[in-house]
């Protein structure tokens, strides 16, 4: 066992573990942060997706170790100025995007990188970017839709930090 100090959504968290415990483990299990789903395991399906700095990374294939002194982020960090979740959230629940709501935390994250990288995404680069993320249920057209509202919706804001 090893102490780590991670910086979680904005805040500081120390917590002993091996250092080769998958972040998404630290997450769930010591901080009680639980957004991020258990999905495969593989990082085949993106439901645990987080970020680290401005990239999306899949929490169960980053050994805490690795993280070092980048922040991490996930999807109960409310977002940021940049891209707020409350803007993705909404456009989630406008296009009927969550069925059983198991991937939308992974896919809000993986959006939420797209916005922070690409200021004005084309449908093109939205579709390549969103498909590491699977969705079981079959809302990927929806969650398309939602990613698209939400780019629309940042892309009128005045305040864009690029």
């Known amino acids: 066992m090893s102490t780590f100090t991670l910086q979680v959504n904005g805040k500081p968290h120390q917590v002993d573990v091996d250092a080769d415990t998958p972040l998404l483990y630290v997450l769930r299990n010591d901080l009680k942060l639980n957004g991020a789903k258990f999905g495969c395991g593989l990082g085949q399906c993106g439901s645990c997706t987080v970020m680290l700095d401005k990239e999306a990374v899949m929490s169960c294939l980053v050994p805490v170790a690795l993280v070092g002194a980048r922040a991490v982020r996930t999807v109960e960090s409310g977002g940021t100025r940049w891209v707020p979740s409350s803007v993705l959230q909404q456009a989630f629940v406008d296009e009927q995007a969550a069925q059983c709501g198991y991937c939308i935390a992974g896919m809000i994250m993986r959006a939420t990188a797209l916005f922070e990288q690409v200021?004005?995404?084309?449908?093109?680069?939205?579709?390549?970017?969103?498909?590491?993320?699977?969705?079981?249920?079959?809302?990927?057209?929806?969650?398309?839709?939602?990613?698209?509202?939400?780019?629309?919706?940042?892309?009128?804001?005045?305040?864009?930090?690029?």
């Open 119 to 162: 200021a004005s995404p084309s449908d093109a680069q939205i579709r390549a970017w969103m498909q590491p993320n699977l969705c079981r249920c079959g809302t990927h057209m929806r969650i398309l839709r939602a990613v698209r509202r939400a780019a629309d919706v940042l892309a009128a804001q005045p305040i864009r930090n690029y």
